[in-house]
């Protein structure tokens, strides 16, 4: 029994919407990222002749501070073999065992390949942790009422601009693959510093264009629950709407053809007291069945 109360305490930091839990997602993405700093900055000829040492010190500090995450979240879980083989689980165990493996190698085409492997691990996991803690912080759980029990809970659909993270996807990629393998010949340019610092350049870009689709995506989040519809938007500056679905008159569905392809739409809902009463759900994921879930609690 009480080791069973241990383990519930322990996945108390890591799981629900505990205080303790949000402190910590908070304390990952910050880490994530200055990791993900720190090994980039090591590719940096220049700075790694310099800071080299400190560098690397960085990277094993926070490659064992991951490893006892990834413990802790190993023994606490209610089924450690499902976590250990989930996609998290794997996540999380890429992003530490690669810094193990390339203190073992002499080769310096595999130590790059880890490396690629270690950047690459590093932001899908502070993707998790993003949305991990987006969904912590903008859920709709603290605005209930005592009875009231949320239905469903979504956000616009990153199928809209598919097209978009795709690109960015592969121009993230592209960058550190090319950072850290060196694909493009030096003869292609002038010198490889050039080439780094383009693909620098690459990368900062693209990622600061996925934190803005994702801003806008996290700026929307929609509950239907047993007693209302829920609209919230905003992020540093929240507005927040909600419908009893009695006060709701008329909920139409819009769709082009290239919605209708991904089953995507906007549900527009409108309620009494004028024409401009409107609440429109962007972008919505498989919009028919959301259309009459809304219809049948009115």
Same mark, same amino acid.
């Given at each position: 029994?009480?080791?069973?109360?241990?383990?519930?305490?322990?996945?108390?930091?890591?799981?629900?919407?505990?205080?303790?839990?949000? /402190?910590?997602?908070?304390?990952?993405?910050?880490?994530?990222?200055?990791?993900?700093?720190?090994?980039?900055?090591?590719?940096?000829?220049?700075?790694?002749?310099?800071?080299?040492?400190?560098?690397?010190?960085?990277?094993?500090?926070?490659?064992?501070?991951?490893?006892?995450?990834?413990?802790?979240?190993?023994?606490?879980?209610?089924?450690?073999?499902?976590?250990?083989?989930?996609?998290?689980?794997?996540?999380?165990?890429?992003?530490?065992?690669?810094?193990?493996?390339?203190?073992?190698?002499?080769?310096?085409?595999?130590?790059?390949?880890?490396?690629?492997?270690?950047?690459?691990?590093?932001?899908?996991?502070?993707?998790?942790?993003?949305?991990?803690?987006?969904?912590?912080?903008?859920?709709?759980?603290?605005?209930?009422?005592?009875?009231?029990?949320?239905?469903?809970?979504?956000?616009?659909?990153?199928?809209?601009?598919?097209?978009?993270?795709? /690109?960015?996807?592969?121009?993230?990629?592209?960058?550190?693959?090319?950072?850290?393998?060196?694909?493009?010949?030096?003869?292609?340019?002038?010198?490889?510093?050039?080439?780094?610092?383009?693909?620098?350049?690459?990368?900062?870009?693209?990622?600061?264009?996925?934190?803005?689709?994702?801003?806008?995506?996290?700026?929307?989040?929609?509950?239907?629950?047993?007693?209302?519809?829920?609209?919230?938007?905003?992020?540093?500056?929240?507005?927040?709407?909600?419908?009893?679905?009695?006060?709701?008159?008329?909920?139409?569905?819009?769709?082009?053809?290239?919605?209708?392809?991904?089953?995507?739409?906007?549900?527009?809902?409108?309620?009494?007291?004028?024409?401009?009463?409107?609440?429109?759900?962007?972008?919505?994921?498989?919009?028919?069945?959301?259309?009459?879930?809304?219809?049948?609690?009115?």
């Amino acid at each position: 029994m009480a080791d069973k109360d241990f383990k519930a305490y322990i996945r108390s930091f890591f799981e629900g919407i505990s205080p303790q839990s949000f /402190l910590i997602d908070i304390f990952l993405v910050i880490t994530i990222v200055l990791n993900i700093i720190a090994i980039i900055l090591e590719e940096i000829e220049s700075v790694a002749l310099v800071y080299g040492g400190i560098l690397l010190s960085i990277e094993w500090f926070f490659t064992i501070l991951f490893t006892i995450e990834y413990l802790l979240r190993a023994i606490s879980a209610i089924s450690p073999k499902k976590y250990i083989f989930s996609r998290d689980g794997i996540i999380d165990m890429v992003s530490f065992l690669p810094l193990y493996f390339s203190g073992l190698s002499h080769s310096l085409q595999l130590i790059r390949i880890l490396r690629l492997i270690r950047i690459s691990s590093r932001i899908l996991l502070f993707y998790g942790r993003l949305n991990k803690f987006s969904n912590a912080a903008f859920g709709m759980q603290s605005r209930l009422s005592k009875d009231e029990k949320i239905s469903l809970f979504f956000k616009p659909s990153r199928k809209k601009i598919i097209w978009k993270y795709a /690109l960015i996807i592969f121009l993230i990629f592209f960058s550190i693959a090319e950072i850290f393998l060196k694909v493009v010949p030096e003869s292609y340019l002038s010198s490889t510093p050039i080439i780094m610092s383009l693909s620098l350049i690459l990368l900062i870009y693209a990622l600061f264009m996925l934190v803005s689709f994702e801003y806008r995506i996290w700026s929307e989040r929609y509950a239907i629950t047993n007693q209302r519809l829920i609209h919230s938007s905003g992020i540093f500056h929240e507005v927040f709407q909600s419908k009893s679905y009695r006060y709701i008159t008329n909920i139409s569905l819009h769709q082009n053809l290239y919605d209708k392809v991904f089953n995507i739409g906007d549900i527009e809902i409108r309620s009494a007291g004028g024409m401009e009463d409107v609440i429109t759900l962007k972008s919505v994921s498989d919009p028919l069945k959301v259309k009459k879930m809304l219809s049948g609690s009115i």
